[in-house]
């Protein structure tokens, strides 16, 4: 549990470099999100003993290294269209060298992972009066501070098994936990952003609140998902990247289904009032 509490510090510390310097360097957190998805797509490709297939792997980590640059919707289709020729173009030369169910993962999950991660720049893009990385830290708690919400309280209190066929560690003691400290946790980012303003930023904590709520059952989902895609490749972790972890896509398989949640309910339900 010490490792992954230091690793767990680092990726903050670090997120909040990226926060911190958005400024000066915005490009920052579409690069992060880009070498991010590629490495997850890397994973996967790994997991799924297929790094060999050349035309399946070096598309797949270009299509999640291009993603989180694409600027809006014209050039994301652009690029996955490109991607979609070549994958399987390549089909028709190796179809003996490869299923159709290697390629369906590949294909689906090249296109999951980067999109999902890259809503978080269409977060910051967001119109609220400049305080657009409130929005990203936001969603960035919501994933996070669910997951270990859920880890903490299970290990201290967990009984019940809430999934046990997929991933036996999970309890629903350790799930109702995450959904209270995470929105409470929100709660008090938005107490103390308001305050930091002194007033001339109102924020909706109705809003902060949902974002808690949805953010851990969007979190839960991607965990189990990806904990579903490991048992199929008979693997306990994508990797070894972050110790105490696993791998990119052990921590931010939640983030690949909370940003699009977040995204969509902020564009209808702003959080701040201005």
């Given at each position: 549990m010490?490792q992954?509490?230091?690793?767990g510090?680092?990726?903050v510390a670090?997120?909040?470099?990226?926060v911190?310097?958005?400024?000066?360097?915005p490009?920052?957190?579409?690069i992060?999100?880009s070498?991010?998805?590629?490495?997850?797509v890397?994973?996967?490709?790994?997991a799924l003993?297929?790094?060999?297939?050349?035309?399946?792997a070096w598309?797949s980590v270009?299509?999640?290294?291009?993603?989180p640059f694409?600027?809006?919707?014209?050039y994301f289709q652009?690029?996955?269209?490109?991607?979609?020729?070549?994958?399987?173009?390549?089909?028709?030369?190796?179809h003996q060298?490869?299923?159709?169910?290697?390629?369906?993962?590949?294909y689906?999950m090249?296109?999951?992972?980067?999109?999902?991660l890259s809503?978080?720049?269409?977060?910051?893009?967001?119109?609220?009066g400049?305080?657009e990385?409130?929005?990203?830290?936001?969603?960035?708690?919501?994933?996070?501070?669910a997951?270990a919400?859920?880890?903490?309280?299970g290990?201290?209190?967990?009984?019940?098994k809430?999934?046990?066929n997929?991933?036996?560690k999970?309890?629903?003691?350790g799930?109702v936990?995450g959904?209270?400290?995470n929105?409470l946790?929100l709660l008090?980012?938005?107490?103390?952003?308001?305050?930091?303003y002194?007033?001339?930023?109102?924020?909706?904590y109705?809003?902060?609140?949902?974002?808690?709520?949805?953010?851990?059952?969007?979190s839960i989902l991607?965990?189990?998902?990806?904990?579903?895609?490991?048992?199929?490749?008979h693997?306990?972790?994508?990797g070894?990247?972050?110790?105490g972890?696993?791998?990119i896509?052990?921590?931010?398989?939640?983030?690949?289904?909370?940003?699009?949640?977040?995204?969509l309910?902020l564009?209808?339900?702003?959080?701040?009032v201005l």
């Amino acid at each position: 549990m010490k490792q992954r509490i230091i690793s767990g510090a680092t990726l903050v510390a670090f997120v909040a470099a990226i926060v911190i310097f958005n400024s000066s360097f915005p490009y920052a957190l579409n690069i992060v999100l880009s070498l991010v998805s590629a490495f997850g797509v890397w994973e996967l490709i790994t997991a799924l003993g297929i790094q060999q297939r050349h035309f399946l792997a070096w598309p797949s980590v270009a299509m999640a290294l291009a993603v989180p640059f694409c600027p809006d919707f014209f050039y994301f289709q652009l690029v996955f269209y490109i991607y979609t020729l070549l994958i399987f173009t390549g089909l028709l030369f190796h179809h003996q060298e490869v299923t159709f169910r290697e390629l369906g993962v590949i294909y689906s999950m090249s296109l999951l992972i980067p999109w999902g991660l890259s809503k978080l720049v269409s977060i910051r893009e967001l119109e609220n009066g400049g305080h657009e990385m409130f929005y990203v830290i936001l969603t960035i708690a919501a994933a996070w501070v669910a997951d270990a919400g859920a880890f903490f309280v299970g290990s201290f209190f967990g009984k019940h098994k809430l999934c046990p066929n997929i991933s036996p560690k999970k309890t629903i003691e350790g799930a109702v936990g995450g959904f209270v400290v995470n929105i409470l946790l929100l709660l008090l980012i938005g107490f103390v952003f308001q305050s930091y303003y002194q007033g001339t930023v109102e924020v909706n904590y109705w809003v902060l609140a949902v974002i808690g709520a949805g953010g851990t059952l969007a979190s839960i989902l991607g965990d189990l998902s990806f904990s579903l895609i490991k048992r199929s490749c008979h693997i306990k972790d994508f990797g070894q990247v972050i110790p105490g972890h696993g791998g990119i896509l052990d921590r931010f398989d939640s983030m690949i289904f909370v940003a699009p949640f977040v995204y969509l309910l902020l564009t209808v339900f702003p959080a701040l009032v201005l």
